[in-house]
């Protein structure tokens, strides 16, 4: 294992550390309870937003806390949902009277965490709480026989658009509406080239030949549907594109945010490469591109591989994607 | 029994999930996320950290805590299963005493309920659950053959080694392996290998 860190064991704790060192304008860190809080929260009378999830995501979702996007993020060990202290004492910290979202990720172990704190917060009285659980990844079968679909790209963008109707002074019910919606209009497909390496496992999750890719994988290391012969970008594109396109269905006409989603081990240079193949079949679907967003902002780790999400995005949609945002991550018109 | 004796457990699972952390991300890394031996460990030793710092009056308290412990300590979905377990076990034995073979049944049926409902998982889904259904199982037959709580124990810890085992071919269909679909196969459960662990912990040292 070759990595930036002193001790496995502190890495998400050292990260944390360097995010409230790098960022002190816009961002407070509990560190005890491993919460990044936006600085000049809470803001009397705005729905509080917190995420939260297993480290290793980054900027995910941490780097997503600031103006017009979350309030607060939990952070668990890496690849690991927090535990319900950390997101009671979130949904405590961002409530500023109008209620607090929980934006959950579809997997086992968040949504039993987050669905405890707010059984637990139901028995502490006062805090309304409503949560959304995203589930976009087209690459696993909703069904009675799974665990349903994963939560994964739509999630940045739904932090993004939520954010900033919260910022307009929404409703909680609202908001959580809002969420919804965009949950159900977003759908994602991923894929790795390389495995990645959780510290405290300290080697590769799996093996794969330097002429083979999985394709079908989530944000957390693990294999994915299939194993396939490596392919050209514009192949890789379409098996990335056809699904998503095919499972909303998105159809002619339609207009939607188009995200290329870095793993966190490929270079932009091929994420743009991407992006020009994923373009050019939205296009010959005669689907619209009416926003575009391309760069690594739902990692898993260092692996090597993409994820495509598409959004259909009406005008509401689109100017709520345009309203000021400032965080780590994401930052325009502030 | 004694408090002193369920202290004798947990520390007894501590070390072994200490001792077995490895293979149990090893397990994980092939169908999972590779972190279940790491989250244990963790959340064992924080339970062991737990028993340092403070003495207990009851087991009920005793087992409380300890699930509180967990919930907070391990992260994932084992945190919330496995710290159910022990809030609803602990919850169980309040005010029970002498705390016999069948009030530890009586226990154990409430700590497997609070996995059930918390997991929604179902037997043959490739979860912990297919080692801890039939331990409970042959817990109960055991009992009913007059078996003393030892003896009752070792049942449960065979029958849950044999479930473990029996979730190798199945294809999952709860938890992070069912993404892997068909490919969920041929691989042994890491719930179901901890929960195993836990169990035979309980055998050596609750009787």
């Known amino acids: ?334 | 029994m004694e408090v002193g004796t369920f202290v004798s457990w947990l520390r007894d699972a501590a070390s072994t999930m200490h001792d077995n952390a490895s293979y149990l991300t090893g397990l994980d890394s092939a169908i999972g996320d590779a972190d279940h031996g790491a989250n244990m460990d963790r959340g064992f030793q924080a339970v062991v950290a737990l028993l340092e710092e403070s003495s207990f009056e009851s087991v009920d308290e005793l087992m409380k805590k300890a699930g509180m412990t967990l919930v907070s300590k391990v992260g994932g979905a084992s945190g919330p299963l496995y710290g159910t377990f022990f809030l609803r076990f602990g919850t169980a034995l309040a005010g029970v005493s002498p705390i016999t073979a069948e009030a530890v049944g009586e226990a154990f049926r409430a700590g497997v309920g609070g996995i059930l409902q918390r997991g929604k998982a179902e037997l043959g889904d490739k979860t912990m659950y297919d080692a801890w259904a039939p331990a409970l199982d042959a817990y109960d037959a055991a009992v009913a053959d007059g078996s003393d709580l030892a003896g009752a124990l070792t049942a449960a810890a065979e029958a849950a080694a044999k479930g473990r085992d029996a979730t190798v071919p199945l294809v999952a269909r709860k938890g992070r392996a069912s993404y892997l679909g068909e490919r969920s196969a041929g691989h042994q459960d890491p719930g179901a290998t901890s929960t195993t662990l836990l169990l035979e912990s309980a055998a050596r040292t609750l009787a």
Not at chain 1, 8 to 36: K, Q, T, W
Not at chain 1, 194 to 219: H, Q, R, W
Not at chain 1, 264 to 293: F, K, W
Not at chain 1, 316 to 323: F, G, Q
Request: proline share 5%.
């Open chain 1, 1 to 334: 294992m070759k990595k930036l860190i002193n001790e496995p064991g502190d890495v998400v704790s050292e990260a944390l550390r360097g995010m409230a060192a790098a960022h002190p304008d816009r961002l407070r860190v509990d560190h005890e309870n491993r919460i990044v809080y936006r600085k000049d929260g809470p803001r009397p009378g705005k729905v509080g937003l917190i995420s939260g999830g297993g480290s290793g995501h980054e900027p995910m979702h941490g780097g997503f806390v600031g103006l017009g996007m979350l309030d607060a993020a939990c952070a668990g060990e890496v690849f690991t949902s927090p535990v319900p202290d950390q997101m009671m004492a979130a949904t405590r910290g961002v409530d500023a009277g109008a209620g607090v979202l929980h934006i959950v990720k579809n997997y086992t172990g968040d949504v039993m965490n987050f669905e405890m704190a707010a059984e637990l917060a139901a028995a502490d009285a006062g805090t309304e709480v409503l949560s959304v659980v995203t589930n976009d990844d087209v690459a696993v079968q909703d069904s009675l026989y799974t665990a349903g679909r994963r939560g994964v790209g739509v999630t940045v963008l739904l932090e993004k658009i939520v954010g900033a109707a919260a910022e307009e002074g929404r409703s909680l019910q609202e908001v959580a509406d809002l969420a919804t919606r965009v949950n159900d209009n977003g759908r994602s497909m991923g894929m790795a080239l390389t495995s990645c390496t959780v510290p405290a496992a300290g080697k590769p999750t799996f093996e794969l030949a330097d002429n083979e890719m999985e394709v079908g994988i989530g944000i957390h290391g693990e294999p994915g549907r299939q194993r396939l012969p490596l392919a050209p970008a514009s192949e890789i594109a379409a098996m990335l594109v056809d699904p998503v396109v095919g499972d909303l269905p998105y159809q002619q006409g339609d207009a939607v945010i188009a995200f290329v989603n870095g793993m966190g081990g490929t270079p932009l240079i091929e994420l743009y490469l991407m992006y020009n193949e994923v373009a050019q079949l939205l296009d010959r679907a005669g689907i619209t591109v009416a926003r575009s967003l391309v760069g690594n902002y739902i990692t898993s780790l260092e692996m090597a591989g993409c994820s495509v999400t598409l959004l259909k995005a009406d005008d509401e949609l689109v100017r709520l994607w345009d309203a000021p945002v400032n965080t780590p991550g994401l930052r325009w018109g502030v």
